[in-house]
């Protein structure tokens, strides 16, 4: 498993590997680093798939989002980019701000970071906006809800042992019924950490957990998300979104071993 500096080494959704972001309504505020307080208007908490368009080049990366009703929202893409979102809603208007940390592929600045506005429309289905960074280079997002959202959540749901697997490198991670997981990389770092219920009727759960590499102990944050078998997969997969708030993160998804 490759290492790149201040990134972690298992990283990147695919677009295959998706069946399915930016405020939500309710809950806590700073619940996560630098996440802010929940928002006030249409609720957009779910599990979204859908697109990033850069507008200059007209390239398409394919994308997942998990919005959380506490105010947490994470956006991940299958080119290995990562961005966390501080937005809240006004009517069924979305906006805040946004930064994004990439794996290798420059951002429109031409940075592997980047950080600017969001401003979004909200439906009870879909949220379509933009991102602005602050050299005034754009992004279109369009985001599809799933319909596991509203599947609900529990702690014991995603026990067992699960497996990320990209380019040869891996991750095992085992649940217990409490939420609490363990595991190791193919680096050899160890990981140690908690899921925690956000809501029991929405299928998002927060995350928090310490990755040991050589002596070295990065605490990360964030949010995952649990689709059993039947709902189009062959067998159940686990998302992970999370990062260290100082540019490492985690875009993996699991399957069920």
């Given at each position: 498993m490759s290492v790149t500096r201040r990134l972690v080494p298992a990283v990147a959704i695919t677009g295959s590997s998706l069946l399915v972001g930016c405020g939500s309504g309710g809950g806590t505020c700073g619940s996560y680093g630098s996440y802010g307080c929940a928002p006030q208007g249409v609720d957009?908490?779910?599990?979204?798939?859908?697109?990033?368009?850069?507008?200059?080049?007209?390239?398409?990366?394919?994308?997942?989002?998990?919005i959380a009703e506490n105010g947490a929202a994470l956006v991940s893409g299958s080119d290995g980019t990562y961005y966390r979102l501080n937005?809240?809603?006004?009517?069924?208007?979305?906006?805040?701000?946004?930064?994004?940390?990439?794996?290798?592929?420059?951002?429109?600045?031409?940075?592997?970071?980047?950080?600017?506005?969001?401003?979004?429309?909200?439906?009870?289905?879909?949220?379509i906006g933009t991102f602005t960074d602050s050299s005034g280079q754009m992004q279109q997002l369009t985001l599809n809800l799933n319909s596991a959202s509203n599947s609900g959540s529990a702690l014991a749901t995603p026990a067992g042992s699960w497996q990320y697997s990209n380019?040869?490198?891996t991750l095992n991670l085992t649940f217990a019924d409490d939420g609490s997981f363990s595991g190791?990389?193919?680096?050899?770092?160890?990981?140690?950490?908690?899921?925690?219920?956000?809501?029991?009727?929405?299928?998002?759960?927060?995350?928090?957990?310490v990755r040991t590499c050589n002596g070295q102990n990065d605490t990360f944050s964030g949010l995952a998300s649990y689709l059993p078998a039947g709902s189009g997969l062959p067998t159940a997969q686990l998302w992970f979104l999370a990062d260290d708030d100082n540019g490492q993160f985690l875009s993996a998804t699991f399957s069920l071993l």
């Open positions: 957009p908490s779910g599990i979204y798939q859908g697109t990033l368009i850069n507008t200059v080049s007209q390239q398409q990366v394919p994308v997942v989002a998990i937005a809240g809603t006004t009517s069924n208007q979305l906006s805040g701000s946004y930064i994004a940390y990439s794996q290798s592929i420059d951002f429109p600045n031409g940075t592997l970071q980047s950080a600017g506005t969001l401003a979004a429309t909200v439906t009870g289905t879909q949220i380019g040869g490198s190791t990389d193919s680096n050899g770092c160890t990981y140690a950490g908690n899921l925690g219920l956000i809501s029991a009727q929405m299928d998002a759960y927060s995350e928090r957990y």
